[in-house]
């Protein structure tokens, strides 16, 4: 049998995992001064770009698409090849994916905090960058595709299986989410309104969690645990069946994030019942990689990579057992909104993605470098650092979550809310967010000295730019007759196209009937679309990322409906290009925050005092001041163009309304500074926030008129 | 709004769309799961060596040459 020479690449994969060390670790410091900010909300008084609602998104979008997106990337250029017995298929597409991913990251830096963004939690990112990453997405698929085309084994191992579903799903999700109608440069309308921009984007977000944060790193744990135990995976039937049930079954679990909300109930029993059939492939993984460790235990002692991949996999146990529960209806009640949320999602990015990630640089490093590392014991100081911090995080802001929601629930005997005042519930779990900088801390000081660690290590050894390997070509090895799976195996094209297929039928399912059955979305008459004053404020409302902080989503309880008003229909926000009904609770909910005759109504002056100084008007209050807003102009050139963009979507302005558009908004903006200057308040009619209590004053308000 | 429920109106017979998908989904997973029934423990060892069996790893092939404690 004849063996073929040929050659790793080891500079790209150098490449990303300095990406990922570097951007993991600016990711968890915009973290770490998101959670300070949240203790000193005056701590970066006046300056907008680090306010805490244009960092959060760039917190999430960096530890989700930089840090996660390089370290799976990282992995991946490393295992590929090595796994199909061939050099990846193109150098060059691989340095444009590189370079290309870096720029979009920066792109993102360089929007984000400066309020440019979609405002759609997770999908923030403009226009222009979502076409970036949509090519260099697809630069990427051609790469790891045609490499399996070339391989020179038969079998194409299941850690690629989960590389081949992240490509097709990430680019499918990225797709039908992103889609909008420019406005300008830098600001664009998603074609989705309302609940179904909500249903949308949810199956986006839940799977962006599924496609980007999960099967990626399952691919990595497939290649990286049996290698550092040196032993093969625990059961190969079961990779199998848990990859075909997870990529099936994660797909349809969009909803549960929507539960009591305006979402018609089938869509949400659909959420439901999946994301409770989705603990068994999850846990097929995790027993899957826990269990390849059975007769390695003694190593496990000693070994700090395979102590965090231990760590790891069962975090993502832990956490795919917490989503199912969470998605349960009765608990979902007490935990949406709140920071348990928060402490759900931080298992899974401290837990299953950093601490793979962290384990498996300890495990390339040395490799690539022909070394070893330069210190255990440090490695060994990082993994207590991380697990502890993980905890410190964690911890108390289950306790948070639970004990703000049910004061936000509770009762008096005469029947009244017993916390009337939000700001009541959040003093009470302000001690939490003080630990939670405390395990920050702690997880990033772990992070910095796995970095000095690193840095050392390769400075002992010499860099391997290139590997040499032989395997026989394929056609010399594949003269069995095959048959079933086997010849799927053997034709990636069509695996991929069966991935799709798999994928495409949950968002089917869900998709049409929402947007084409009429009951699901009841008109109300009395809902009109926002005046272009207010539509100018939605967009400072989106700019300033409010939605981090602000649900608009008043769910049919007792407690919200005595606490916020009648709770939100799916008739309401139609006109809502996008969505705004938000994840979190940091104050209170603002779905009908202008209803006048509504428990949390506030008049203009108020507001606009809100916005000059939160602790002037609420003195305990977290929330950031916001003098830009009062003190910068309203830029009224785009109103035409944002008008004629919302007629496009279907949002019916009368016809030629764009030119008239403006003289209108003048004359509400008067009538609103004229209100507060007759108060005492020194305002011009053309300034933000004019705008933006317009629009505040007009939430919730449509159902409430009178004809 | 419009625009999105008009593309879909436009595509023939999308109604039919979701239950052809499940049914496609269906079978698939049954003939997965015979597939896997009827491997052969030869081919399953085969497939899950497959990460380990690197040139580069003869080099490294006792792990402990790495993080043992000298």
């Given at each position: 049998m004849e063996l073929q020479k040929f050659t790793y690449d080891n500079k790209l994969t150098r490449l990303f995992m300095n990406a990922t060390i570097f951007w993991g670790l600016i990711g968890m410091l915009v973290g770490l001064t998101i959670a300070l900010e949240l203790i000193y909300p005056l701590m970066t008084n006046g300056v907008s770009w680090l306010s805490f609602g244009r960092l959060r998104p760039l917190h999430t979008n960096a530890v989700i698409f930089?840090?996660?997106?390089?370290?799976?990337?990282?992995?991946?250029?490393?295992?590929?090849?090595?796994?199909?017995?061939?050099?990846?298929?193109?150098?060059?597409?691989?340095?444009?994916?590189?370079?290309?991913?870096?720029?979009?990251?920066?792109?993102?830096?360089?929007?984000?905090?400066?309020?440019i963004t979609v405002g759609k939690e997770?999908?923030?990112?403009?226009?222009?960058?979502?076409?970036?990453?949509?090519?260099?997405?697809?630069?990427?698929?051609?790469?790891?595709?045609?490499?399996?085309?070339?391989?020179?084994?038969?079998?194409?191992?299941?850690?690629?299986?989960?590389?081949?579903?992240?490509?097709?799903?990430?680019?499918?999700?990225?797709?039908?989410?992103?889609?909008?109608?420019?406005?300008?440069?830098?600001?664009?309308y998603p074609i989705y309104a309302g609940i179904q921009d909500a249903l949308v984007q949810w199956w986006y977000?839940?799977?962006?969690?599924?496609?980007?944060?999960?099967?990626?790193?399952?691919?990595?744990?497939?290649?990286?645990?049996?290698?550092?135990?040196?032993?093969?995976?625990?059961?190969?039937?079961?990779?199998?069946?848990?990859?075909?049930?997870?990529?099936?079954?994660?797909?349809?679990?969009?909803?549960?994030?929507?539960?009591?909300?305006?979402?018609?109930?089938?869509?949400?029993?659909?959420?439901?019942?999946?994301?409770?059939?989705?603990?068994?492939?999850?846990?097929?993984?995790?027993?899957?990689?826990?269990?390849?460790?059975?007769?390695?235990?003694?190593?496990?002692?000693?070994?700090?990579?395979?102590?965090?991949?231990?760590?790891?996999?069962?975090?993502?146990?832990?956490?795919?057992?917490?989503?199912?529960?969470?998605?349960?209806?009765?608990?979902?009640?007490?935990?949406?909104?709140?920071?348990?949320?928060?402490?759900?999602?931080?298992?899974?990015a401290l837990g299953w993605n950093g601490m793979l990630t962290f384990g498996m640089l300890y495990w390339l490093m040395p490799r690539l470098y022909n070394t070893k590392l330069f210190s255990v014991k440090m490695a060994n100081a990082h993994f207590w650092l991380a697990t502890t911090g993980m905890l410190f995080f964690a911890v108390p802001l289950y306790f948070a979550g639970f004990t703000q929601s049910l004061m936000w629930k509770e009762f008096t005997e005469e029947g009244y809310l017993k916390y009337p005042n939000f700001i009541e519930t959040v003093?009470?779990?302000?001690?939490?967010?003080?630990?939670?900088?405390?395990?920050?801390?702690?997880?990033?000081?772990?992070?910095?000295?796995?970095?000095?660690?690193?840095?050392?290590?390769?400075?002992?050894?010499?860099?391997?730019k290139i590997e040499e390997d032989e395997a026989p070509a394929l056609h010399s090895v594949s003269h069995e007759k095959d048959k079933g799976h086997r010849i799927l195996e053997g034709k990636p094209i069509l695996f991929t196209i069966l991935?799709?297929?798999?994928?495409?039928?949950?968002?089917?399912?869900?998709?049409?009937?929402?947007?084409?059955?009429?009951?699901?979305?009841?008109?109300?008459?009395?809902?009109?679309?926002?005046?272009?004053?207010?539509?100018?404020?939605?967009?400072?409302?989106?700019?300033?990322?409010?939605?981090?902080c602000h649900s608009q989503m008043i769910r049919p309880f007792r407690s919200e409906v005595e606490r916020y008003g009648d709770y939100s229909k799916a008739g309401e926000s139609v006109y809502d290009h996008p969505f705004q009904f938000g994840s979190k609770r940091t104050g209170p909910d603002l779905a009908r925050e202008?209803?006048?005759?509504?428990?949390?109504?506030?008049?203009?002056?108020?507001?606009?005092?809100?916005?000059?100084?939160?602790?002037?008007?609420?003195?305990?209050?977290?929330?950031?001041?916001?003098?830009?807003?009062?003190?910068?102009?309203?830029?009224?050139?785009?109103?035409?163009?944002?008008?004629?963009?919302?007629?496009?979507?279907?949002?019916?302005y009368p016809d030629g309304y764009a030119e008239k558009a403006n003289e209108d908004l003048k004359k509400q903006a008067n009538k609103i500074a004229q209100g507060l200057r007759d108060g005492g308040i020194e305002v011009e009619d053309g300034k933000e926030v004019i705008a933006l209590i317009a629009y505040i004053q007009r939430l919730g308000t449509d159902i409430h008129k009178t004809e | 709004m419009k625009i999105v429920t008009k593309t879909l109106e436009g595509i023939a017979d999308i109604?039919?769309?979701?239950?052809?998908?499940?049914?496609?989904?269906?079978?698939?997973?049954?003939?997965?799961?015979?597939?896997?029934?009827?491997?052969?423990?030869?081919?399953?060892?085969?497939?899950?060596?497959l990460p380990l069996d690197d040139a580069q790893d003869i080099h490294f092939e006792n792990d402990e040459s790495t993080f043992s404690k000298k």
């Open positions: 930089a840090f996660v997106g390089n370290g799976m990337f990282t992995g991946i250029y490393y295992s590929t090849p090595r796994l199909l017995k061939t050099s990846m298929f193109s150098e060059l597409l691989g340095k444009i994916h590189f370079w290309g991913w870096q720029l979009i990251i920066l792109s993102a830096v360089l929007t984000l905090p400066f309020g997770y999908a923030e990112l403009e226009w222009p960058i979502d076409i970036a990453i949509t090519l260099v997405w697809v630069v990427f698929g051609i790469n790891l595709i045609m490499t399996i085309v070339k391989r020179r084994v038969k079998h194409i191992y299941v850690a690629i299986w989960f590389y081949i579903a992240t490509f097709v799903t990430v680019a499918v999700l990225h797709i039908v989410n992103s889609i909008s109608i420019p406005v300008s440069l830098l600001k664009s977000g839940h799977n962006a969690v599924a496609f980007f944060l999960t099967t990626p790193y399952l691919g990595l744990m497939y290649y990286f645990i049996p290698k550092a135990a040196n032993r093969p995976v625990y059961s190969y039937k079961l990779s199998i069946i848990h990859f075909w049930a997870l990529i099936f079954l994660y797909i349809w679990a969009g909803p549960h994030h929507l539960l009591y909300s305006a979402l018609p109930d089938w869509a949400q029993a659909l959420g439901v019942v999946f994301s409770v059939m989705l603990i068994a492939p999850s846990w097929g993984g995790m027993i899957n990689g826990l269990l390849t460790l059975r007769g390695a235990w003694d190593k496990v002692r000693e070994d700090p990579v395979l102590k965090m991949f231990v760590v790891g996999v069962t975090a993502y146990g832990m956490s795919t057992f917490e989503g199912p529960l969470l998605s349960l209806k009765s608990v979902n009640a007490i935990s949406h909104f709140t920071d348990w949320t928060i402490a759900h999602v931080h298992i899974g003093v009470q779990i302000l001690p939490m967010y003080y630990l939670r900088v405390l395990g920050g801390t702690l997880y990033i000081t772990g992070v910095i000295l796995m970095i000095y660690n690193l840095i050392k290590t390769a400075q002992m050894g010499t860099f391997s991935a799709l297929v798999a994928i495409l039928i949950g968002g089917i399912v869900e998709f049409v009937p929402m947007f084409m059955v009429k009951s699901n979305v009841p008109i109300i008459a009395s809902v009109q679309p926002y005046t272009p004053l207010e539509l100018q404020g939605r967009d400072i409302y989106l700019r300033e990322g409010c939605y981090n202008g209803v006048k005759t509504g428990p949390i109504y506030k008049p203009d002056s108020w507001h606009y005092n809100h916005f000059l100084s939160p602790q002037k008007m609420i003195s305990q209050s977290i929330m950031p001041p916001y003098p830009w807003i009062i003190n910068n102009d309203l830029d009224i050139s785009s109103t035409p163009k944002k008008i004629r963009v919302m007629q496009l979507l279907g949002v019916p | 109604q039919f769309f979701p239950i052809i998908g499940l049914i496609i989904f269906f079978i698939m997973f049954v003939v997965l799961l015979y597939y896997v029934a009827q491997l052969s423990k030869n081919q399953i060892d085969e497939f899950s060596r």
